[in-house]
């Protein structure tokens, strides 16, 4: 991210001249100014590139930061800023503070220029609500529940390793995690079956060891929120095709990466987002029935397709509502392109980061124009006359010159 905004933000920021209204006589300009004191709200989850992710763009567009740091994560936040100042950084533009959102929320609103939020979307909409009385910019990231859609041609058994990566990765917890996977029902069972094999194979454990690939939940609050989703399913008839147990022999907050099928949509995991290692999974009759069900959601974060005709999959990918769209991938292809902005649709945000969107958000437009000769003001009638001659007079000189280079 610092190596990104170091080689582009130059040219992300800079000036440019745009076409006017009366070309030749009126010279147009824009140019970005910094918001001021920008607010960074940062989730628990990863709380360095979440966080720094957003203090970078905004103290290079020329802002000050205020962050705060997730009550569960405080430290490295802290490290960070400590980073950043042995590097250079001035101690003063970059504050972090720490404590519940629910003290510092409203505290931090009142005092910043735009604010950036990175967390659920109920937590989200308080937080837009709150900024939208002073009238302050907001950019937000907020939750999920994101499709997978495995085509009839997909080959299976990369599809079901991008599944277990996608769905089961940091136990769940992640906002651009899998939650959904819609299978052509002529692969279904297949499907069902290798998932469910290699979600078996998964190797569960409190160690930071590398043969460890599936940790413990963060917080009690997440260990009830996915089995309360899992008991609900099963309440209902939803079957457990692996996993749907808590593991207290390894730790307090561990749960079995779980496979879910018939689940159906009275149930709390058809639309809820679990941030669990929980995946529902569907046959679908066609692409347009996945991509019905995939959009069937009040959420639009991330989304995979899967398929062998790339051609058929970019098809697919643009009727998909999310910000974006991994083909032959889980969600790592999208995250890592930081020249490409990354966000939500819908109830999952409002605004970019990365990219030129995740910089500009930061900065206020200021359009500047400047005429080559004076104009009288004598009544309005005469400006607007002189000005309609103008236009008439540039747009006559103009097709001249095009006429005169196509003979």
């Known amino acids: 991210m610092a190596a990104h905004y170091g080689a582009e933000s130059a040219g992300y920021l800079a000036a440019r001249s745009v076409r006017s209204g009366v070309p030749g006589v009126v010279q147009a300009r824009v140019t970005r100014h910094p918001k001021g004191l920008v607010g960074v709200i940062a989730p628990w989850n990863y709380p360095l590139f979440l966080a720094v992710g957003d ?9 000050a930061v205020l962050s705060k740091a997730d009550s569960q994560a405080p430290l490295t936040l802290l490290a960070a800023r400590d980073l950043a100042i042995r590097a250079g950084v001035p101690a003063d533009v970059w504050q972090v503070v720490a404590g519940p959102g629910s003290k510092l929320g409203q505290a ?96 569960m454990g409190a160690s930071y060891d590398h043969d460890v690939e599936l940790g413990s939940l963060t917080s009690a609050e997440q260990l009830e929120a996915t089995e309360r989703h899992v008991a609900d399913a099963v309440a209902q008839g939803a079957t457990v095709a692996a996993g749907g147990k808590p593991r207290p022999d390894l730790g307090p907050f561990f749960y ?25 999974v569907y046959p679908v009759v066609d692409d347009d029935d996945a991509i019905t069900r995939a959009n069937d959601t009040e959420y639009g974060l991330s989304a995979s397709v899967w398929s062998k005709d790339l051609a058929a999959a970019q098809v697919i990918a643009q009727r998909i509502q999310a910000g974006a769209v991994n083909i032959n991938d889980g ?12 966000g939500g649709m819908k109830a999952s945000g409002v605004g970019r980061r990365h990219a030129a969107d995740g910089i500009l958000r930061f900065t206020e437009s200021q359009t500047t124009t400047s005429q080559r000769v004076s104009t009288p003001y004598p009544s309005r009638t005469k400006i607007y006359l002189q000005a309609t001659r103008l236009v008439v007079l540039a747009q006559l000189k103009s097709a001249r010159r095009k006429a005169r280079k196509d003979s």
Do not use: W
């Open 108 to 203: 931090i609103i009142d005092q910043v220029d735009h604010l950036a939020f990175t967390g659920s979307t109920a937590t989200g909409r308080r937080l837009a609500a709150a900024a939208g009385e002073r009238l302050i910019s907001t950019s937000l990231e907020l939750g999920g529940k994101n499709p997978m859609i495995v085509r009839q041609d997909a080959n299976l058994e990369a599809a079901v390793t991008g599944a277990v990566q996608a769905c089961f990765a940091s136990a769940g917890q992640m906002c651009i995690g899998i939650e959904r996977i819609y299978v052509h029902e002529t692969r279904y069972l297949e499907f069902v079956e290798r998932l469910v094999a290699e979600t078996g194979r998964i190797q």
């Open 55 to 63: 203090v970078i763009p905004a103290l290079v567009a020329g802002n």
């Open 256 to 280: 079995e990466p779980t496979v879910l099928t018939g689940v159906l949509p009275s149930m709390q995991v058809y639309t809820e987002e679990t941030f669990g290692p929980v995946v529902s």
């Open 331 to 342: 969600y790592l292809s999208a995250i890592s392109s930081l020249s490409a902005p990354m």
